[in-house]
């Protein structure tokens, strides 16, 4: 994910995401993976798509099965 591999800290997520804020260590880049309780309280939405099914969809599409 580019996202750890530019910002592995969540610094730039941190001051950019407000909702994220509060969000410790490297969670930030993956916050639909916290406990429901505590998502519950981010006010931060759910992923539009499953990222696995996303990429999937991509190589089926690019026919790379």
Known sequence: MQARRFDPDGTYVRRW??????VD??????????????RE???YPEPVIDLA???????HAR???
Do not use: N, S, T
């Open 17 to 22: 995401v407000p909702e994220l804020a509060d």
């Open 25 to 38: 260590g490297r969670k930030v880049h993956e916050p639909w993976r916290l406990p429901a309780d505590r």
């Open 41 to 43: 309280a981010l006010d």
């Open 53 to 59: 099914d996303g990429l999937a969809r991509f190589k």
């Open 63 to 65: 026919g790379r099965d």
